[in-house]
């Protein structure tokens, strides 16, 4: 199940699911890929009958920095078609997270903005570490 450029998925022999967002050197900001491979990761841990929970969090020292800045340069060039297609993904993969049948735990290891807040919000309960930050900043990007 680790066939992911974006995340690590690992199983202990408990049942406990670790769904690790892997790209530390951008904050784990959320890319195209990374969107179609958390909902492709929701959809497999749904189904795995040895996972019994799910902890969501983030490699290296933020949880997830919000929206990946080139993808949403993208979107700005992009017909209205596709940027329809793109937050049609975007809303996809929170859905498939939120509809997890098993319970999902957001482990806020740092700084959590934007698309990252949205991640939370679909968790079933969420921790996080001490000095975290969170934010809804798309508007300063403006």
């Known amino acids: ?24 050197e ?24 040895a996972v019994r929970i799910v902890i969501l969090t983030g490699a290296g020292t933020s949880f997830c920095a919000g929206g990946d800045l080139g993808w949403m340069r993208e979107q700005v060039n992009a017909t209205r078609a596709q940027r ?11 859905k498939a997270l939120r509809d997890l049948p098993k319970p999902l ?23 996080s570490i001490s000095g975290a930050r969170f934010g809804l900043t798309e508007t300063s990007l403006v």
């Open 105 to 127: 735990i957001g482990r806020i290891n740092g700084q959590a903005y934007g698309g990252g807040v949205g991640l939370i919000s679909v968790c079933d309960a969420a921790i």
């Open 1 to 24: 199940m680790n066939d992911f450029e974006t995340l690590h998925i690992a199983v202990d022999q408990r049942g406990v699911a670790r769904l690790t967002l892997n790209r530390p």
């Open 26 to 49: 951008q904050h784990n900001a959320l890319s195209g890929r990374m969107i179609d491979e958390l909902t492709t990761a929701a959809l497999h841990l749904a189904d795995n009958e």
């Open 84 to 94: 329809i297609e793109e937050a049609r993904k975007l809303a996809l993969m929170l």
